[in-house]
């Protein structure tokens, strides 16, 4: 059974840096792609990044881009979200998604990944 488990989140001030890690068990993503996505109150899941391993590339929302950088281990199973410069509209639970066999139109998709982890509150605040 896969199991993907978040952890690092917390709360911080504006311009603060967190840094999340999701850890899988039950399989690897090394070919697959794995990444983050974010859901503040009373809106939708939104795409936050994801790496496609296979390929090697990262993708990131317009949103986070330069603040934000997803890597990841060698063994394919854990990934990291670090976040500088957090601001207040970063404020979200923050779930890790992983998924194989994924192109690359619908790696923004939510709907596109197989698993999920049980997420992680993000609270940026003065």
């Known amino acids: 059974q896969v199991q993907l488990v978040e952890s690092g989140g917390g709360l911080v001030q504006p311009g603060a840096s967190l840094r999340l890690t999701c850890v899988a068990s039950?399989?690897?993503?090394?070919?697959?792609?794995m990444g983050w996505f974010r859901q503040a109150p009373g809106k939708e899941r939104e795409f936050v990044a994801v790496?496609?391993?296979?390929?090697?590339?990262?993708y990131y929302s317009d949103s986070v881009k330069g603040r934000f950088t997803i890597t990841r281990d060698n063994a394919g199973s854990t990934v990291y979200l670090q976040m500088n410069n957090l601001r207040p509209e970063d404020t979200a639970v923050y779930y890790c998604?992983?998924?194989?066999?994924?192109?690359?139109?619908?790696?923004?998709?939510?709907?596109?990944?197989?698993?999920w982890g049980q997420g992680t509150q993000v609270t940026v605040s003065s």
């Open positions: 039950g399989r690897t993503f090394r070919r697959g792609a």
């Open positions: 790496g496609k391993w296979s390929s090697g590339s990262t």
């Open positions: 998604a992983a998924g194989m066999g994924l192109i690359t139109s619908s790696l923004g998709t939510a709907a596109a990944y197989d698993y």
